[in-house]
Nanobody
Framework: QVQLVESGGGLVQAGGSLRLSCAAS????????MGWFRQAPGKEREFVAG????????YYADSVKGRLSISRDNAKNTVYLQMNSLKPEDTAVYYC???????????????????WGQGTQVTVSS
């Protein structure tokens, strides 16, 4: 019931910033918990950040707290990931995901999410 398309990835130097966007289509967006995940070469897909349907509750992986910030604009059907103070270890493909089960809490496991975007590459050079 929802399609997701990420954009905004690219190459940036360590300490720089990027803003990822996830454009959603479908009637479930406003009631869906949204999350950002990332997957580096040879590693499992890992949770980065999540946000409740209202945007009032957010949750972050310890590795990105204070540097990355998730937000959403339901009027625009878009969720964002503002990435500051980037490090080489942030290099990965970043995926936007939607939880269509009308949960009220953010969950961190990929299997919790029902819809996924195609991913956008973020590369941070040292």
């Amino acid at each position: 019931q929802v399609q997701l398309v990420e954009s905004g990835g690219g190459l940036v130097q360590a300490g720089g910033s990027l803003r990822l966007s996830c454009a959603a289509s479908g009637r479930t967006f406003s009631n869906s918990v949204m999350g950002w995940f990332r997957q580096a070469p040879g590693k499992e897909r890992e949770f980065v950040a999540g946000i409740s349907w209202s945007g009032l509750n957010t949750y972050y992986a310890d590795s990105v707290k204070g540097r990355l910030s998730i937000s959403r604009d339901n009027a625009k059907n878009t969720v964002y990931l503002q990435m500051n103070s980037l490090k080489p270890e942030d290099t990965a493909v970043y995926y936007c995901a939607a939880d269509a089960q009308r949960r009220t809490t953010v969950r961190t496991t990929p299997r919790t999410y029902d819809y996924w975007g195609q991913g956008t590459q973020v590369t941070v050079s040292s």
